[in-house]
């Protein structure tokens, strides 16, 4: 499945905590720009449409070194789909479900991530 801002981001919002629920056990993911706490029934329920959403990005994040994070915002067929903050909610969900590895460097520009096969 192609990503579009529309799905990620009612995903994104589907896998956190509802407002006052205590989210101690949740899932913490820490982003570039901004981090979550998810909820892990909703990363279980979910975690297909994850998958399915990783997919249909660029296949140079599926290489064993991975790829620049800004590859996240690239389709299979080289087209973005998103912003960069679009697509850090995507590889935040991703990390959570452990289908993407982020090698973390000095900042967004130099980490790097895989989506994991």
């Known amino acids: 499945m192609i990503p579009t ?5 009612n ?4 896998c956190l905590f509802p407002i006052g629920e205590n989210f101690s056990r949740g899932v913490a993911i ?20 994850i998958i399915e959403l990783l997919a249909g990005l660029s296949d140079e ?9 800004s590859e996240m ?5 080289g087209k973005v789909w998103g912003s960069d903050l679009n697509a850090e909610w995507l590889l ?21 991530c895989r989506i994991e096969p």
């Open 30 to 49: 820490a982003g570039f720009r901004t981090g979550a706490t998810f909820n892990p029934a909703a990363l279980v329920a979910n975690r297909d449409q």
């Open 92 to 112: 935040l969900m991703g990390v959570a479900i452990e289908k993407v590895t982020l090698w973390r460097g000095g900042s967004a520009r130099t980490s790097r």
């Open 5 to 9: 801002v529309a799905a990620v981001k």
């Open 73 to 77: 915002t690239v389709t299979k067929d």
């Open 11 to 14: 995903l994104f919002e589907s």
């Open 61 to 69: 994040l599926r290489s064993d070194k991975g790829a620049p994070i």
